[in-house]
């Protein structure tokens, strides 16, 4: 009996270490010894699973799997959304703003809804290839448009969003946290809003952002 439960141990472990193609940089092995990655340990312990059992490993693989479709459902439906409306330049863009908005914990309709109105989600102005991949209109050159939306959202986590600020309130007045306005239009929060409107109202893209980041 112990020795059936210690071939599945192994044979879940393994599956685990095969995991690192899709979870890079969260799996650590020393020799022979391996370590569950930080992502799993997480989840183990947030959903209160006794990593000293092997049925654990079910658990979270199940858990881990939850996530991946939910993750590629909205990835989909934010590739649906664009296809709709662009003939984007770089197919990883869904990819690239969905992976942000979770790090940075920015809502993902409200920055489909600033690069629809500034670049066309790249299609246009800055944001193209031939410029400056400035999916935002950020004043500043990227080599690519992962480049582009992550710096976007360390400016506004640093310079727009905090103290109770959310993106909400620049909606109604897009502002840094020490006052200076973002554009020169007076209309543009009008314009915004009504476009996150549009996203959150015709697609499902908020609700699967939620569910995954609450996952």
């Known amino acids: ?11 879940i472990t393994m599956f685990v270490l095969l995991s690192i193609m899709f979870y890079s940089g969260t799996f650590t092995a020393n020799s022979s010894v391996a370590t569950v990655p930080l992502e799993i340990n997480s989840t183990l312990l947030s959903n209160n699973i006794d990593t000293n059992k092997t049925e654990s490993y079910d658990s979270i693989i199940t858990i881990m799997n939850k996530k991946d479709s939910l993750r590629n459902k909205l990835i989909d439906d934010v590739n649906n959304h664009i296809q709709k409306n662009f003939k984007i330049y770089d197919i990883n863009i869904p990819m690239y703003l969905v992976n942000h908005s979770l790090k940075y914990n920015i809502d993902i309709c409200f920055m489909m809804a600033q690069t629809t109105i500034e670049t066309g989600f790249g299609t246009a102005g800055a944001g193209r290839p031939s410029s400056r991949h400035s999916l935002f209109g950020v004043c500043k050159r990227y080599s690519n448009y992962n480049n582009a939306i ?12 905090g103290n109770t600020k959310t993106e909400y309130d620049l909606m109604k007045n897009y502002v840094t946290l020490s006052g200076a306005r973002y554009a020169g239009n007076r209309g543009y929060e009008r314009e915004l809003k009504a476009e996150y409107k549009r996203i959150r109202n015709r697609t499902q893209i908020y609700e699967l952002w939620t569910e995954l980041k609450n996952s």
């Open 150 to 161: 992550e710096d976007y959202c360390k400016l506004l986590r640093r310079s727009y969003l």
């Open 1 to 11: 009996m112990k020795e059936k439960k210690v071939k599945r141990f192994l044979a």
